[in-house]
């Protein structure tokens, strides 16, 4: 669990400054962020990583549509 919230962190901080310098690099760091994120839950989780990612993806997605990083 540890390591999944480090990653999270280590991640979180590249999304935020991505924001700040250019919307390619946002793309970037989003798939970045769902193929760790999925990756960590499928190892951990016993999911597929196909699974994972969709699910990991949807949530950010949802997320960013929330207006969180507005």
Known sequence: MEA???VL???G???VISFL???L???LAFAGVVTL???AIS????LSFVISAIIVAALGIAVYLGGWFD
């Open 25 to 27: 690099l946002v793309l």
């Open 4 to 6: 999944i919230i480090a």
């Open 37 to 39: 994120v999925a990756l």
């Open 21 to 23: 310098i250019e919307p």
């Open 9 to 11: 962190a280590i991640v």
């Open 13 to 15: 901080v590249i999304v």
């Open 43 to 46: 190892a951990l989780a016993g």
